[in-house]
C-alpha cells in the first residue's frame, strides 16, 4: 500500500486505485453509518469506504450531510448506528483529542491571540514534544506552506489566502493519518482559489496524507479529488473518480449536479445494439448506446452535454439530428454556448471551441440550425 | 459653523451642568477651610490630612477594599461559568426558567435581596461580618458578570474551541488555553463592574454585616446622619478621582490597541496586495 509520491493517479503502469484492488484495505470504512439529530435523518444508513492516500472529496448541496460526515471523522458528532472504523478500529468511543485525525475548518479557526507560528506548534505542544523537534515541525510546515516571513504576525496582520495557508499548516504539524478539509477554499476568490487548489494537491502529495475534503463547489472537487462522492439528503448517489462522474453519471441527479446537461425524458425501446428514446410527438427517436438493460416502454432519460453537441448550418447525415433556433449565445472567450430552442419550446446547449482568432461569431441570434451527437455521446439513465 | 448653534451651545451646558454641577460643588467644599460645610473660607487641603488620620474611615476603607477584591474575584468565576454553561449547553428542558433565574437578581430590588440573605445568614447560624458581606456581594455581583460574559461568548466562534481539541486539548484545556485568553477583555471588564459595584454598595451590605465589619458607604451613611462633615467632601472627592483614573486610563487603552490593531490590518494589506 505504500507507494513512492510519484506513483499518485498519472497515466502509466503505476496508476493509484486502490478501490479497485480486491485485496487492499481501506483506511476509513464507514459501515451502515446512520445519524440523526431528533426527527431529522442527517445520514442515512451509508457505507463508504476511503483509501489511504487518497484526496477523496464529498460533494452535495447545503444540508445533504457531507459536513455531519465530517464532523463524525472528526469527532465532533457520534454516529446513531452502524460503525466508523479507522485502520479497522471503531473510533466511536475516541474522543477528539485522542484521533490521529486532524480537521480544518472552514472558518479557518485560527487562535487571535497566538501568533502563526504559535498557531502551528499548538498541537505538537500539547503532545509534549520536546522544544527541538517542536521548532524543526513548525520551520519545516512553515516552508511547505510558505509561511516562513509571517511566523511572528498574529492572523489579523495576514490576508486571507496566508490565513487559509496557517490553517492547512496548523492541521498538518502532527502528521495526522487523516486531514479533513471544511470547504477550504470558500472563502478565497476565484483566481486565488485555482492556485491553492493545485497548492493543495501539491502539499497533499508531498505529505502523502489521506484527505477528505467537504465541498459544495463542483469543479473544486472534480480538480482535487481522487475519488468524488455525490451526496443527496444523506445519502451516497455516487462514488467514482471524477472522469466516470462527469462522463458516466448514474442517475439524473448526479448528471445535472456535475457539470451543464440537457436532458431529455422519454419511453425506451431496444433496437438492435443500441436504445430508441421517444421524447417528443413528430420528433426523431434519440439513439444512444448503452450497457444498461431496460425493458421496452420504460421511462428513462437521455443526458447530454453541451460539449459533446455539435452545431451546423446545414444538415449532418448522421444520427441525432435535430433543427432548432439560435436563442441565445454565451460567448465566454475560449468557447461559445448557444442555447438552441427546439420545436416545442425544448432548448438544448452546444458548446463550440473558438480555435479560430475570429471576431466574428459562426452562428447569430435566430439563426435556423442543426444540431447533433453521436450515438456514444448521450448517456442513458433510468433515473 | 452650523454645529455651534446657540440652541446646541445652551443643551451642552445645561445638560453637563446637570451631571456634574454637583460633583464640582462637592470636590470644591472638600478645599474648604472652614468646618462649616456652606460657608466658604478660603482654601486648605487640612481635611484631607484629616481623613487620613481618621481611623474609622481608614479601617472602613480597608474594609472596603477587601469585599470588593474577593467577592469581584469569586463572582467572576461563578459569573463566568455560568455564562459558559448558559452558552454551551445548548438547548436542555427548563433552559429558559434557568438562564431567568440567573439574571433575576439584576431586577430584583436590593431591600428584598439584602433580607432574604440576612435570614438566610440568621439560619444557618453564620456570624455577620467581613465575610458574610463578601458572600453576598458575590451574589449579586456574579449576574452582572455573566451578562457581560455571555455577551462576548455569543458572538465566539465555538470553531475556535473544536480546533484546539481537534489539535489535542482535552476539554479544559481548550477552555484554559483558547477561549479564556479570547474572551479576557469581557471577564476583566465583568470584574471591573462587580469591583465597583461591590465598593458603592450600601443597602445589601448593611443587611448582611455586623458591627465587626463596617464597609465605607455605611461609614459615610451613618456618619451624614449627623451632619455633613468636610471630611466626607473629601473623601467622596478622592473616590471620583479613582474612578475617573480609572475609566479614563481603561478607555485610553482599548483606543489605542483599536488604533494598533488598525495600523497592523493596514500594514498587512499593503504588504499583500
Not at chain 1, 487518497?54 to 457520534?78: D, H, I, N, Q, V
Not at chain 1, 485522542?98 to 502551528?120: G, T
Not at chain 1, 438552441?340 to 466574428?360: H, K
Not at chain 2, 481548550?174 to 485568553?181: K, M, S, Y
Amino acid at each position: 500500500m505504500t507507494t513512492a509520491p510519484a506513483d499518485r493517479p498519472r497515466p502509466g503502469p503505476a496508476v493509484f486505485a486502490p478501490w479497485d484492488e480486491p485485496d487492499a484495505v481501506p483506511l476509513i470504512q464507514f459501515k451502515n453509518v446512520t445519524k440523526r439529530f431528533g426527527d431529522f435523518t442527517a445520514i442515512d444508513d451509508l457505507t463508504l469506504d476511503i483509501y489511504t492516500r487518497e484526496f477523496f472529496a464529498l460533494l452535495g448541496p447545503s444540508g445533504c450531510g457531507k459536513t455531519t460526515m465530517m464532523r463524525m471523522l472528526a469527532g465532533f458528532e457520534t454516529p446513531t448506528e452502524g460503525k466508523i472504523l479507522l485502520s479497522g478500529q471503531d473510533i466511536a468511543p475516541i474522543p477528539p483529542n485522542q484521533r490521529a485525525v486532524n480537521m480544518m475548518f472552514q472558518s479557518y479557526a485560527l487562535f487571535p491571540h497566538l501568533s502563526v507560528w504559535e498557531n502551528i506548534a499548538f498541537g505538537l505542544k500539547r503532545e509534549g514534544k520536546d522544544k527541538d523537534t517542536i521548532r524543526a515541525r513548525v520551520d519545516e510546515m512553515l516552508r511547505l506552506t510558505r509561511l516562513e516571513k509571517f511566523a511572528s504576525r498574529k492572523p489579523h496582520q495576514i490576508s486571507g489566502g496566508q490565513r487559509q495557508r496557517v490553517a492547512l499548516a496548523r492541521s498538518l504539524a502532527k502528521a495526522p493519518k487523516l486531514l479533513l478539509l471544511d470547504e477550504p477554499l470558500g472563502a478565497l476568490d476565484k483566481k486565488l482559489r485555482e492556485e491553492t487548489q493545485f497548492e493543495l494537491m501539491d502539499i497533499q502529495e508531498k505529505t502523502g496524507t489521506t484527505f477528505v475534503i467537504v465541498t459544495h463547489d463542483q469543479e473544486e472537487a472534480m480538480t482535487v479529488a481522487s475519488r468524488v462522492a455525490v451526496m443527496d439528503e444523506g445519502k451516497l448517489i455516487q462514488v467514482a473518480t471524477p472522469p466516470v462522474i462527469y462522463e458516466q453519471p448514474n442517475s439524473v441527479y448526479v448528471a445535472d449536479f456535475i457539470g451543464d446537461v440537457t436532458i431529455f425524458e422519454g419511453t425506451v425501446r431496444k433496437d438492435g445494439e443500441h436504445y430508441r428514446l421517444d421524447w417528443a410527438e413528430g420528433q426523431p427517436p434519440l439513439r444512444v448506446r448503452s450497457p444498461a438493460s431496460l425493458r421496452d416502454g420504460q421511462t428513462a432519460y437521455v443526458a447530454i452535454r453541451p460539449e459533446k453537441v455539435e452545431i451546423h448550418h446545414n444538415r449532418p447525415d448522421d444520427h441525432n439530428v435535430l433543427r432548432g433556433k439560435v436563442v441565445d449565445i454565451g460567448y465566454l472567450g475560449n468557447l461559445s454556448t448557444y442555447h438552441v430552442e427546439l420545436p416545442g419550446g425544448r432548448m438544448i446547449r452546444a458548446q463550440n471551441f473558438n480555435t479560430e482568432r475570429d471576431t466574428r461569431q459562426p452562428f447569430t441570434w435566430e439563426d435556423e440550425v442543426w444540431v447533433n451527437w453521436t450515438e456514444t455521446c448521450g448517456v442513458l439513465l433510468e433515473r | 459653523m452650523r454645529r455651534f448653534s446657540w440652541f446646541n451651545v445652551t443643551s451642552l451646558t445645561f445638560g453637563f451642568a446637570f451631571l456634574y454641577l454637583p460633583m464640582v460643588l462637592l470636590v470644591i467644599y472638600s478645599f474648604n477651610a472652614s468646618k462649616l460645610v456652606t460657608v466658604w473660607a478660603g482654601f486648605s487641603t487640612r481635611w484631607y490630612g484629616e481623613l487620613l488620620r481618621d481611623e474609622q474611615f481608614m479601617d472602613a476603607a480597608w474594609v472596603t477594599i477587601r469585599v470588593a477584591l474577593f467577592s469581584s474575584t469569586l463572582a467572576t468565576v461563578l459569573g463566568t461559568l455560568a455564562a459558559v454553561v448558559m452558552i454551551r449547553a445548548g438547548r436542555f428542558p427548563g433552559r429558559t426558567l434557568f438562564s431567568g433565574m440567573i439574571y433575576a437578581p439584576l431586577v430584583m430590588p436590593e431591600v428584598i435581596t439584602g433580607l432574604s440573605l440576612l435570614l438566610l445568614f440568621i439560619g444557618i447560624g453564620l456570624d455577620r461580618g467581613i465575610f458574610t458581606v463578601v458572600l453576598a456581594h458575590t451574589t449579586f455581583a456574579m449576574c452582572y458578570v455573566s451578562v457581560v460574559v455571555s455577551s462576548r461568548l455569543a458572538t465566539f466562534d465555538t470553531a475556535l474551541e473544536e480546533a484546539a481539541l481537534d489539535l489535542g486539548c482535552s476539554p479544559f484545556e481548550a477552555f484554559r488555553l483558547v477561549t479564556l485568553p479570547i474572551i479576557a477583555p469581557a471577564v476583566i471588564s465583568g470584574w471591573l463592574l462587580a469591583f465597583t459595584l461591590s465598593l458603592d454598595d450600601l443597602v445589601i451590605a448593611s443587611f448582611t454585616t455586623g458591627p465587626s465589619a463596617t464597609t465605607l458607604p455605611i461609614q459615610i451613611f451613618s456618619s451624614i446622619r449627623l451632619g455633613v462633615s468636610p471630611q466626607i467632601n473629601a473623601l467622596s472627592s478622592l473616590l471620583i478621582g479613582v474612578v475617573a483614573i480609572g475609566v479614563i486610563a481603561a478607555s485610553l487603552a482599548t483606543k489605542r490597541r483599536a488604533v494598533t490593531q488598525a495600523r497592523e490590518e493596514q500594514a498587512a494589506a499593503r504588504v499583500t496586495g
